[in-house]
């Protein structure tokens, strides 16, 4: 029986039950970052489903490893059977904003390599349209990122804030910065998108699309709404 107060655990461990029953034991899967995805950690080892995990952050490898769980390199880990991620902002088509934790470039490698992608999240992560809510973050080297942001600004988005770790820039794992880019209210998403990835200077955005198989959606009563991509 689940014992939570906060509504969002609530929603969050909602989501991360419904996750973990699609695991198969003995699997290897993949793990991307956020208090979500550590729900779905703390429930493989409440149940003691025996899997090998790929971890798209330093965070998440260490809550798995304090929870006795096998770590692999995701170069060596042989295929990924799925991958189990959260989002920042998922919309009908499935469509998602991820990176708020500043990871996306780790969790995009992993949700590439994995046979099937799902995403954990609450409700109130879906919108009508992508950056209604959260600005797509995008990682770009930190070699002249003023000249990168000024790329951006030049007619692809409104503004690129560089994100900050107290006074100092905010660096990602891979020793790169992260520009929070506001999505323009129209146009496409995908053409963005992109755009974005063509830009010189930037290593790679938020947006993930046509990637998501599954995303399920805890609320905070408890309950789960599933939306499934046609098709996947």
Known sequence: ?????????????AAAEAAVER???????????????????????????????????????????????????LDTAGPLHLAIDGAD??????????????????EKLIAAAAERFFVVAETDKKVRRLGETFAVPVEVVRFGWRTTRQRLVDGMVPEAKLRL???SPYVTDEGHVILDCAVPPEGS???????????TGVVEHGFFL?????????????????????GR
């Open 210 to 230: 046509g990637m998501a198989d599954e995303v399920l959606l805890g609320a905070p009563d408890g309950s789960l709404e599933t939306l499934s991509s046609p």
């Open 1 to 13: 029986m689940r014992r939570v107060t906060d509504p969002k655990d609530a929603a969050r461990a």
């Open 189 to 199: 998403i995908e053409e963005l998108a992109a755009a974005l990835k063509a830009t």
């Open 165 to 167: 770790a107290g006074d």
């Open 23 to 73: 695991i198969e034991p003995g699997s290897t899967i993949g793990l991307g970052s956020g208090r979500a995805v550590w729900k779905v950690v703390e429930q493989i080892h409440a149940r003691g489903i025996e899997v090998r995990v790929a971890a798209a952050s330093v965070r998440t490898e260490q809550i798995a490893a304090e929870a006795g769980i096998e770590l692999v390199d």
């Open 89 to 106: 902002e998922v919309d009908s088509r499935l469509r998602l904003i991820k990176g708020g934790g500043g990871a996306l470039l780790r």
